[in-house]
T-cell receptor, first 112, second 114 residues
């Protein structure tokens, strides 16, 4: 039972353009969402998060959008840089709960 | 460097064997999580501890067990190993262990079962 789905295994984008990574969830109890980035041979690192009381959160080149009615969130990277090439994991949890459920990840390639 | 350490980095063993993976959380963090990442799969949550007590359980097999010690380091024990247990095992830590807490991940232990 995949509660958090990232349906695109990979995405290729030209340097300087926008990268949009998508994530869908099924559990309406989730009210906190996080994105992690993972480089090869390293553990994931936290990138950005959003609470369900907001629909947008921005941190530099990274913006996360949340559409609660559609149970969908997306991560926008503008402008994309070659160093952004990594696997991006979407994760969801319920505040006060303890489990964090991760998606399968999307591998982003940013071409110079 | 996340501050989370995992040992060993690589482990190669045979089917039927038992191994122990070790994790030291970031200084000050009270909660430890274990995840399994098989080839091209996402991070499967296994189990979480907070200050020595089990707090949440995910898709952890009965052949697997874990504990968190008084000094807050944690061990994941995998027994009666099967080929399908070959994976990357990540440990993560956070301060409160709540769902909105950022988790800090270690570099992982790559387990190969032959």
């Amino acid at each position: 039972d995949q509660q958090v789905k990232q349906n695109s295994p990979s995405l290729s984008v030209q340097e300087g353009r926008i990268s949009i990574l998508n994530c869908d969830y099924t559990n309406s109890m989730f009210d906190y969402f996080l994105w992690y980035k993972k480089y090869p041979a390293e553990g994931p690192t936290f990138l950005i998060s959003i609470s369900s009381i907001k629909d947008k959160n921005e941190d530099g080149r990274f913006t996360v959008f949340l559409n609660k009615s559609a149970k969908h969130l997306s991560l926008h990277i503008v402008p994309s840089q070659p160093g952004d090439s990594a696997v991006y994991f979407c994760a969801a949890s319920d505040t006060g709960g303890f489990k964090t459920i991760f998606g399968a990840g999307t591998r982003l390639f940013v071409k110079a | 460097d996340s501050g989370v350490t995992q040992t060993p980095k690589h482990l190669i063993t045979a089917t039927g064997q038992r191994v122990t993976l070790r994790c030291s959380p970031r200084s000050g963090d009270l909660s430890v999580y274990w995840y399994q990442q098989s080839l091209d799969q996402g991070l499967q949550f296994l189990i979480q501890y907070y200050n020595g007590e089990e707090r949440a359980k995910g898709n952890i097999l009965e052949r697997f067990s874990a504990q968190q010690f008084p000094d807050l380091h944690s061990e994941l024990n995998l027994s009666s190993l099967e080929l399908g247990d070959s994976a990357l095992y990540f440990c993560a830590s956070s301060f409160t262990g709540q769902g909105e807490d950022e988790q800090f991940f270690g570099p992982g232990t790559r387990l190969t079962v032959l």
